[in-house]
């Protein structure tokens, strides 16, 4: 449980906000709208994409690298070089997509995707390589970025990336209930919390109470933390559910990442990558039927 005498007057109003909105009613409530959005109809094209699931941490294991940041990387670096897409290629795209409850990721093996489909794939590879994960949602605010840094992955995009507009130029306390417009990955590594935003290449900390701070852009922004994206994405019973957020607030700044070390991993990940082609090519054709099928049933 929390203790909330350990936080000062503005945290606690956002814990106890926080509980009362996502009491046990409204938690059932959304999984009973994911129970009835899942359908069988996919049962087939579930196999086939958590097969491409499997056969990808079986990837990272043979190489050796099962962290975060490294699994992210890899990763990200498989994506963008279309290594789950059925012509070998990728495009962030809002359109042309079909986000189906449960298999949100599956849309990338037709070649498109957005943010939500990117992260939920990574959320369910990070899952089974053990890792307490889980897609999350995020209100970013409407200001001007740029980037400090950004590693050198290319990127095929039909609108600007970084999608980050809001109806309003000013920063606020986000109703609990307001919908986000952009989804990540939430993990849990070595007993702290960290977010990783495949969509852009880009992680950020856990800085306070739903709040977190991407590092790599041209200023410090804190970004609001919306968590009923997490419900989108999987059947997490209230009680789980109560548990992740009240442990996330307990883990505020217990680990925070540093620019620094998230360039050296780029590079250094990216190096290895750049010299496992083969290896990725031969991933690629041992997972293409399963791209195949689930793209059959997904443009039937």
């Not at 990117?118 to 001007?144: A, E, F, T």
């Not at 880009?202 to 009923?228: C, M, S, T």
């Amino acid at each position: 449980m929390i203790n909330l005498c350990d936080f000062n007057q503005d945290q606690q109003f956002r814990i106890t906000q926080f509980l009362k909105f996502y009491d046990k009613d409204r938690v059932c409530e959304f999984n009973q709208r994911y129970i009835d959005r899942k359908t069988h109809i996919y049962d087939s094209m579930s196999l086939s994409y958590s097969n491409i699931v499997l056969k990808t941490v079986k990837l990272f294991k043979e190489l050796g690298l099962s962290n975060v940041m490294n699994v992210s990387v890899i990763y990200e670096y498989l994506l963008w070089n279309g290594y789950f897409s059925i012509d070998k290629s990728f495009k962030y795209s809002l359109n042309k997509r079909r986000n189906i409850t449960s298999l949100f990721g599956a849309d990338i093996m037709n070649g498109y995707g957005a943010c939500l489909n990117i992260n939920s794939m990574l959320v369910k590879i990070l899952v089974k390589l053990g890792y307490q994960s889980h897609l999350i949602g995020m209100s970013l605010p409407n200001l001007d970025y740029t980037f400090s840094y950004l590693p050198n992955i290319k990127r095929s995009v039909d609108t600007d990336l970084f999608v980050s507009k809001s109806s309003k130029n000013e920063q606020k306390l986000i109703p609990l209930d307001e919908r986000a417009n952009h989804g990540v990955c939430i993990v849990k590594e070595n007993g702290s919390y960290k977010y990783v935003d495949a969509h852009n290449l880009l992680f950020a900390n856990n800085i306070d109470i739903l709040k977190a701070r991407y590092l790599g852009l041209n200023r410090e922004i804190d970004i609001d933390v919306i968590p009923y994206v997490t419900l989108l994405d999987e059947c997490l019973q209230y009680s789980d559910f109560e548990l992740l957020f009240l442990d996330i607030f307990n883990n505020i700044n217990t680990f925070n990442m540093r620019l620094d070390e998230i360039k050296k991993v780029y590079e250094d990940v990216l190096r290895l990558c750049e010299n496992r082609i083969c290896l990725f090519n031969d991933f690629y054709d041992e997972i293409k039927s399963d791209i195949d099928k689930v793209c059959r049933v997904l443009n039937y």
